[in-house]
Structure formats: structure tokens, C-alpha cells
């Protein structure tokens, strides 16, 4: 009741201490500078007795009745004294620790103290002789600030008027005395650890003010951090993050973080933190020749302190940015948001669309690089990095990341983390970052490749929005995204064979003809990547399929080029582990596939150059010179064959390695045999269309039709002779040079008068026909005419495609392809209800238990073992399969491979002792009948043959053309495609 019967006078009292502060503290000036010193005493203690009542004023008038009437600049303007600095300080400190209004007077609350820190800006423009008490006060002002705003610019400020300061006799100076003020802030963190506990705090950790502690908390710590002398003083730096954890660890900071990606402070904030940690550690990496970045050094004892405070916070924040591109949060997403995820902006869009989406990439890749660079630090992977945490936050979504996102993800971080991570963690952090990347390969690159290869269409899961750019222009920028993500997957491939990551294989290859040892397999494995890598079943499958992928039929030279150095790894350990498994892939896959590089891809050693460097940049080379694509791959054949032939595999007089000049001839035979086997038959159409190249002289074409009759017996001997294995064709390149135009030109006039030419563009019009089935456009129509009468023969041309684009399509092709489509159907169809009817197994226990005794029993009768001495047709076998049918498909009448199908997949359920069996269930049977449904259409497309008479003509010509013409007797012939 007291004060607030004070609080009437206020009007009245605040303005007559403001008169008097001005009064007499001009005076006092005044009497100083006329070296009155009676006089000047007089007015300086009035000064300092109206500082002290101001003091007492503020611990309880409301801060708004301060700056009305003009108190805050009068004491503020006091600061520069040294006789009255302490007072002033007094009373700033007084105001700062009042309690914050709530309601209609925050706002008013928050401009004022906002004005406060200009004023206290000002007393630090001059070097300043600060004495022990101010700076014992400055050290109790420091916590108030930090209080209420812990403002960036009056710290930084602060710190460096204090910096400037001289030691003198009455206060010595001390080593780093200058930040003694900042880290009175350290005593500040335990208070914030219960942050949310104080009453009159609780609008604080709220909403807008929350991430508005948060942003000046960031500004705070970039600004002291970017001071002189500071970077070693952890303490102080620790002191302004552990509050800043606090916050992220807020549950209402949690529930509303993606709001605050719409505030401009909050991801500038945010974003020059984690460019801060990154430059510290590229100076970190830069620098580790001298000893920084390595234990016991002050820079690597400070950001290994740092790290863990900031890496919780910068995880979650990349988690949250990840989970934008899924299904459950896209839904939820602001406009803004939404938009920003779009690769380019559109004409129409908003400046905080473009601001958010340039946040995200930049937030992503330098996030990225922090995590990536932190594992080259000296012991990061036991003291800052936990796999766990790692590879929980940022592995969880990977599978909706876009091609850029997943290219930024393993060039920044997956590559420096396998790079670096010691050979005893790679059970723990390799397996969780490996398997995730290798699976989004297996399905969702192979799909974009698929497309571009199969359907002359760019696939891509990255969103290029609404622009106004042409398909051409979105068509190259998909295909630029398939590329580098290809080729990124190949750096992390050949970072994984880093001579330093290999030490058990990375000697010269030496013929090994022994079987190896348990000692021996174990030394490869926990001494080699790749053979650790190669041994891990899941991975294993998953590499070698991408291997064959860009060995294979992806265009893509850069990644061949740069993925050769693991496969000189996987020859080693295939050699090492006489694994049969590495050894068939090496012969099978690897050298007919290079054979196949050499010899199609002339532009091989050009696509090559700009990316040798980097190969033996990173694979640790001596060799400064450019070495060829070619070169490169000639020397994987090379340890290729040699492999084959260590291992007796190799034909006997096919390629002798023992000698390079001989295996160099044979290879030269092989890759010229490549380029003639891809000859097409347009390529030789293109050349008869030349006649004028020479002239047309009929006594040679008599000369050449009497060559004909022998000619076409060669052909039929030879074709009689190999038993139809290879069907020969008549090809002008059989006869003499002079005689080949004329050749070319007869064969030209059989293909057309026997309706080949025909049969081509039938066979060209049928492929796009299945492609066009294999989109998906017609699956309705198809279930729809199969249901009705008169089958796929009497119903087809009504549809609108079917009658339109392929109405000339051939009346039988078509129908073949349908009930082809249909059958593929009926398929899945099976598969639906038998991935049903094995799912109703799980919760019946009773008939688990029946089952697994059944099972027990053909287990007892060796019915799971592969033997050829088993007898497969004994009546017990049939009647518990029959037993197993009755008990799960009763009434489906599957066929009996689905019966036997399930009972193995039932059996290895219940082997999965560590798993629940609804977990087994996915495992094994929702994982198989995934894949089927994702590979359903290309495996359609890929199995594709037709038994017609076109595909006949255009397969075996020597005798639907050749031999018909000469009345030899025609054998039905068979085609595919």
C-alpha cells in the first residue's frame, strides 16, 4: 500500500531527480574544470544522492515511468563519469532485474529496455579505465542482460573497451581479464537449466518470446565468438550455448520449431552458428599437419567441448528439414514452406518463399559439412559422435530425400564419415549408414534409370514447381541430378577402397591358390572395407548390383572411371576369400561389361579427364599424370582376367595375363568382336542408301549373283552345322569388296519382297505397345476386358488408345500382349491373396503351433535339404504339403509353388528368434512381395518374347527369306524381342 501510494508522487518525483542530476552534474563539471574543489565536491555529492534515490526507484517504479520522464537518459549520460559510473551501473542494474509485465504494457516493456542497450553501446566507443568495483558491477549487470535479452551487439561491444584496458597498480591486470565481465555469465546456466520454472518467466519460454530468447542467444554467441582471444575460452562460449540447449529442449519449442522456419532472425541465427562450427573445422582440418585437431591442442580441446552442446540442436533442426519432404508432415506445411521445398522459384512466388528455400539448401549442406567435417577431428568418433544419435536423426527419412538432397548427404557427410570412422566401429556405423543409401539405389535411382533408358522419359523424386521453363530445359535438369547422384555413389565407392581403409588387400595382387583360412577371412574383414562390406550379405547384394548397374547399361563413363577402384578391391578380396560369389561376378559381370565400355564408348577417356584427378586425389596416388579411361579400364580387365585365370576359370587359349603384349592383342580382339556385335541393322541400311559411292557395274552383279547359290549353301551348312544355337544371317560384308554394294542391295530387295522391313516397324510399333502397357495407362481396361466375353481378340479397338495410335498394330501381337498383361495380373493377384492368407497366420497361436510341428516333421523327413538322393516324389512329403495347404489356403487353389513357398517362408519366421512374428512376417514376406510389386512392370518389360512370324523374320532371315527363296524346306522359326 505504501508504494503504491508512493507511486502517485511519480509525476513529481521522477522529473525533479532528472532536474537535479542535470543541475548539478553540470555544475559539477563546471566547478571541476575551474579547479573549484569545494564547490565541485558539493554538487558531486547531490549528484551521486539523486543516483542513489534513482537507484531505489527503479527496484519497483515500472520501466516505462523511467524512460517517461527522461531518468534512463540522465543516468545513462552519467556513464562516461568516472565518479558517478558505479551509481549509474547501479541503477541499470536495479531496472534490468524488475519483474516483465505481461499484457498491453509488454510490448511497451520491450522498447524500452531495447533502448537501454544504445546507452550502454556508448560508454564502450573510448577506452575506458574501468576500476574493480565497476567491473564487479558490470559482472552483476551481465546476468540481467542475459535475463532479459542477452543482447549481441552491447556484449560484443563491451568486450571490446575491455580488451583495451591497462593494468594498473590498484588492480593488476590478469590473463584474459578483459572477458571477465562475459563470463560472469557462466554462473547464469544453471538457472536456465529450469528455465521454464520461474512464474515470472513463463510467458518467456512461450511462442514468439521463446524463439526470440533463442535468436538473441544465437547473435550473442556469434558475436563473442568472432572476438579476439575468445575462441579458447570455452567456458564463456559453453556458458551461451547451454542455455541455447535448453531452449531447443523445450516441448513447446519442439512443437512449433517448423514455424519458426518463416522467421528471418530465427534461420539467420541458426545458419551462422553452424557456418561458424564449420569454418572452425575446415581451420581444424586445414591446419592438422601442425598439430591442431589433435588431443591436447587448445583448438581441438574447445571445439571438442562445443560440438556436443551444438550437434543435438543441429541434428534435430536437419531431422525436422528432412521429414518436409514426407507424406505425414507435407500435409500440414504453410504455403510458404511448401513452395520453398520446390527446386526453382516461379515467377509468382513470394520473397519468404525464395529466402526459406535458399535457408534449406544452405542450412542442409552446411549442416552436412559440420557432421562430415567433425569426424576428422582426433578421437570424434568416441568423444563428439554418437552413431546412434547420428544415424537416428539424419537416416530416418532418407527415403523421401530428393536426388540433390541424398548428392549433398553422402558428399558431405556419409564420405568423410566412412572415410574416418576406425576400423573396430565399422559394425556401428557403417551398416547404418550404408544400407539406407544402397537400398534408395536399388529402387528409386534404378526407377529414374529405368525410365531414362527404357521410356526416353526423366523420372526424377526432386520437385522443380510451377516454372516457366521448357520440358527440354526440366528434361536436362533431371538428367543432371540422375548423373550426379550416380556419380557421387561412385566417389563413395571409391572412398570405400582408400588404400588407408585397406590395409589386409592393398598389396600387390599375388595368386593365392590355398583355400583360405578362418584367420585369413577374419584379418580381411577387420582390416579391409571392402572386404567387410563384401562379406555383409545386405551390402554385398545390394554393391554388386550397383556395380553391374553402371558397368553395365547406365551411360555414365565418370562413374565407371571412378568406381574401378573398388572393383580392383573386390578382385583382391574375391582372390583372397576364393569366394565364389565375388569370383563368378568378376567373370560374368565385370569383363564382358568393361569389353562392352571399351568398345562403345569412344568419348570414355574424354569424360575421364575431369574426373581423374579427384580419383587419385582421394585414393591416395602418387601418379600426378592423367591417366585415360581407357587405361583405367584396360588395367581392371587386366586384374580381372587374372583373377579368372588364378582360379582355373578362364577357357584355355581365350586370354593369357602372363604376358601383357598377348593380353593386350586378345583384348584388342574382344573389344573389335564388341563393336561388330553391336552393329545394328539400321546402321547397314544407312550405308546401302549410298549407291553413287561406287558405281553400278552389271557385269559384277552377274558376277555376284553367281556367287549366290554357293553362298546360300554356306549359310545353310553352317546353320545346320551349330544345331540352330546361332541363326546366321546374310551379311554383304561375306563377299569381296567389289562385289558388297551389290550384295547390300539384294538383301535389301529379299528383306523387302518377304515383308522384313515390315516386320520391323510391327516389332518397333509392338514395343511401344507394351511400354505404353507396362505405364500403367490401360491396367483398368485390361481387368475390365478379361472379366468380359469374347476376350481380348473382339474387344480392344474400342478403347481410345488401343484404337487410336495402335490400331495398325498387328491383331495377334496385340492380343499376345494383353493376355500377357492379364497373366501378370492373375499373378499378383495370387500374390495378394497369398501374402493375406500367410498374415491371418499370425495371432492364431494354436495354428502356429500345428504348423510349426508340421514343419517339424518335414524337417525330420529332410525335406530342406538340398540333396539329389532324396527321394522328392515320397507320398509323406505330398501329404503334409497337402496338410499345410488345407490348414492356410483352403479354397484358393494356388498353384503348388505357393504352398511350398510358404512353408519356407513360415520356417524361416519362426528362426528369427530375435524378432516378434508380425516383424518376421514383414521381413520376409512383405519384403519379397514388395519388391515383386516395384519390379512388377520392368521385369514385365524385361521378359518380353513372342512366338509370331514377324519376330521369326526378323530373328532367323536365313529361313524365312533366304532358304523360302531358294525352295529349302522352312522350319517354324521362333522370335523375341
Known amino acids: 500500500m505504501f508504494l503504491h501510494g508512493l507511486g502517485e508522487f511519480l509525476p513529481q518525483i521522477l522529473p525533479l531527480l532528472c532536474s537535479l542530476l542535470d543541475k548539478h552534474a553540470r ?100 577506452p575506458l579505465k574501468f576500476i574493480e568495483p565497476e567491473r564487479q558491477c558490470w559482472k552483476a549487470l551481465y546476468p540481467s542482460l542475459g535475463y532479459h535479452t542477452v543482447h549481441a551487439k552491447a556484449l560484443y561491444k563491451h568486450l571490446e573497451s575491455l580488451e583495451s584496458i591497462p593494468a594498473t597498480p590498484e588492480y593488476p591486470s590478469k590473463s584474459d581479464d578483459g572477458l571477465l565481465p562475459c563470463s560472469s555469465l557462466v554462473p547464469v546456466s544453471p538457472e536456465v537449466d529450469n528455465i521454464s520454472c520461474p512464474s515470472d518467466m513463463e510467458d518467456i519460454i512461450e511462442g514468439y518470446h521463446l524463439v526470440e530468447e533463442h535468436n538473441m542467444l544465437s547473435e550473442a554467441f556469434i558475436c563473442v565468438a568472432s572476438c579476439p582471444r575468445v575462441e579458447n575460452n570455452t567456458e564463456l562460449l559453453s556458458c551461451i550455448l547451454f542455455p541455447l540447449s535448453k531452449i531447443w529442449n523445450q516441448p513447446e519449442w519442439e512443437i512449433s520449431l517448423m514455424h519458426y522456419f518463416g522467421d528471418n532472425r530465427f534461420r ?44 543435438p540442436q543441429l541434428l534435430k533442426l536437419l531431422q525436422y528439414v528432412h521429414s518436409l519432404w514426407t507424406d505425414e508432415v507435407a500435409s500440414d506445411l504453410s504455403e510458404e514452406i511448401e513452395e520453398a521445398k520446390f527446386v526453382m522459384c516461379s515467377g509468382d512466388s513470394s520473397s519468404l518463399e525464395n529466402e526459406i528455400r535458399v535457408w534449406l539448401q544452405n542450412i542442409r549442406e552446411t549442416g552436412y559439412m559440420v557432421i562430415g567435417s567433425c569426424s576428422y577431428l582426433e578421437g570424434a568418433f568416441d568423444n563428439v559422435l554418437d552413431s546412434t544419435f547420428v544415424c537416428g536423426a539424419l537416416m530416418k527419412n532418407l527415403e523421401s530425400m530428393e536426388f540433390r538432397h541424398l548428392t549433398w548427404f553422402i558428399k558431405y557427410t556419409i564420405i568423410p564419415l566412412v572415410k574416418n570412422c576406425p576400423s573396430g566401429l565399422w559394425p556401428t556405423w557403417i551398416d547404418m549408414l550404408l544400407k539406407p543409401v ?226 593386350r592383342k586378345w583384348l584388342s580382339n574382344e573389344v573389335e568382336a564388341a563393336r561388330c556385335k553391336n552393329k545394328s541393322v539400321d546402321e547397314l541400311e544407312e550405308t546401302s542408301d549410298e549407291p553413287e559411292e561406287l558405281p553400278w557395274i552389271w557385269e559384277i552383279e552377274e558376277e ?95 478403347n481410345d488408345i488401343i484404337g487410336g495410335h495402335f490400331q495398325n498394330l498387328d ?21 495378394c491373396l497369398y501374402v493375406k492368407h500367410m498374415e491371418n497366420i499370425i495371432g492364431n497361436e494354436q495354428l502356429i503351433n500345428r504348423l510349426q510341428s508340421l514343419i517339424d516333421e518335414l524337417d525330420a523327413e529332410h525335406f530342406f535339404l538340398v540333396d539329389d538322393d532324396i527321394e522328392w516324389g515320397k507320398k509323406r512329403f505330398s501329404d503334409l504339403i497337402d496338410k499345410f495347404e488345407e490348414d492356410v489356403f483352403a479354397g484358393l487353389h494356388l498353384p503348388k509353388c505357393y504352398v511350398i513357398r510358404g512353408i519356407m517362408d513360415l520356417r524361416q519366421m519362426l528362426c528369427m528368434k530375435d524378432r516378434t512374428l508380425i516383424d518376421a512376417f514383414t521381413a520376409v514376406v512383405g519384403g519379397q512381395s514388395e519388391r515383386w510389386m516395384k519390379s512388377r512392370d520392368l521385369f514385365w518389360m524385361d521378359t518380353r518374347y513372342y512366338e509370331h512370324d514377324h519376330y521369326s523374320v526378323i530373328k532367323d532371315p536365313l529361313r524365312k527369306i533366304w532358304m523360302k527363296k531358294h525352295g529349302q524346306q522352312i522350319q517354324h522359326g521362333t522370335g523375341n524381342e
Open 27 to 126: 555544475d559539477y563539471f563546471t566547478e571541476m574544470s575551474n579547479q573549484h574543489m569545494e564547490v565541485a565536491n558539493q554538487h558531486e555529492c547531490t549528484v551521486k544522492a539523486a543516483l542513489d534515490a534513482a537507484h531505489a526507484y527503479a527496484e519497483w517504479t515500472p520501466v516505462t515511468d523511467l524512460t517517461k520522464y527522461g531518468l534512463i537518459e540522465r543516468c545513462g549520460s552519467l556513464l562516461c563519469s568516472n565518479i558517478f559510473r558505479t551509481q549509474a551501473l547501479q541503477f541499470f542494474k536495479s531496472m534490468l532485474q524488475s519483474k516483465r509485465p505481461v499484457g498491453l504494457a509488454v510490448a511497451e516493456y520491450d522498447v524500452t529496455v531495447s533502448n537501454v542497450f544504445p546507452i550502454l553501446i556508448s560508454i564502450s566507443e573510448d
Open 268 to 311: 539467420t541465427s541458426v545458419h551462422s552458428i553452424a557456418v561458424f562450427f564449420e569454418k572452425e573445422l575446415q581451420k581444424c582440418m586445414s591446419q592438422k599437419s601442425n598439430g591442431i585437431g589433435k588431443m591436447g591442442n587448445p583448438s581441438y580441446a574447445s571445439l571438442t567441448t562445443l560440438l556436443p552442446l551444438i550437434l
Open 438 to 663: 544402397f537400398h534408395y539405389c536399388d529402387y528409386t535411382l534404378y526407377s529414374s534409370w529405368c525410365h531414362l533408358l527404357y521410356k526416353n522419359t526423366v523420372q526424377v523424386p526432386d520437385n522443380f514447381g510451377d516454372i516457366s521453363i521448357s520440358k527440354e530445359e526440366a528434361d536436362e535438369l533431371g538428367m543432371d541430378l540422375i548423373f550426379k547422384l550416380t556419380r557421387e555413389v561412385s566417389n563413395l565407392l571409391a572412398a570405400m577402397a582408400l588404400p588407408k581403409l585397406n590395409g589386409g588387400i592393398a598389396h600387390e595382387h599375388t595368386s593365392t591358390m590355398h583355400k583360405a583360412t578362418s584367420e585369413d577371412l577374419e584379418s580381411v574383414f577387420s582390416t579391409s572395407l571392402v572386404g567387410y562390406l563384401l562379406y555383409n550379405d545386405d551390402l554385398s547384394d545390394s554393391i554388386l548390383r550397383f556395380i553391374a548397374y553402371i558397368f553395365g547399361y547406365w551411360t555414365d563413363g565418370v562413374a565407371r572411371i571412378t568406381a574401378a577402384s573398388f572393383c580392383h578391391n573386390l578382385i583382391r578380396v574375391a582372390t583372397v576369400m576364393h569366394s565364389d560369389k565375388l569370383i563368378s561376378f568378376v567373370k560374368d559381370d565385370i569383363i564382358p561389361n568393361v569389353i562392352r565400355c571399351l568398345a562403345l564408348e569412344p568419348g570414355l577417356d574424354r569424360d575421364s579427364e575431369s574426373n581423374h584427378m579427384r580419383c587419385d586425389t582421394d585414393s591416395g596416388s602418387d601418379n600426378k599424370s592423367a591417366r585415360s579411361g581407357s587405361d583405367i579400364l584396360t588395367d581392371l580387365c587386366y586384374d580381372a582376367c587374372r583373377c579368372t585365370q588364378d582360379q582355373g576359370l578362364l577357357e584355355e587359349g581365350t586370354c593369357d595375363v602372363s604376358n601383357a603384349e598377348t593380353f
Open 704 to 798: 555376284f549373283i553367281g556367287y549366290l547359290p554357293t553362298y546360300t549353301g554356306i549359310l545353310h551348312g553352317l546353320d545346320v552345322y551349330v544345331d540352330n544355337i546361332k541363326p546366321f544371317q546374310a551379311d554383304s560384308v561375306d563377299f569381296l569388296e567389289h562385289l558388297q554394294p551389290f550384295a547390300q542391295n539384294y538383301i535389301n530387295k529379299m528383306n523387302s519382297a518377304f515383308n522384313y522391313y515390315e516386320a520391323k516397324e510391327q516389332a518397333k510399333l509392338h514395343l511401344e505397345f507394351d511400354t505404353e502397357l507396362a505405364s500403367g495407362t490401360l491396367d483398368e481396361y485390361v481387368r475390365k476386358v478379361r472379366s468380359s466375353k469374347g476376350g481380348f481378340l473382339n474387344n480392344t479397338l474400342d
Open 811 to 831: 491383331c495377334k501381337l496385340r492380343e499376345k500382349s494383353l493376355e500377357r498383361r492379364d497373366q501378370l495380373f492373375e499373378e499378383e493377384d495370387r500374390l
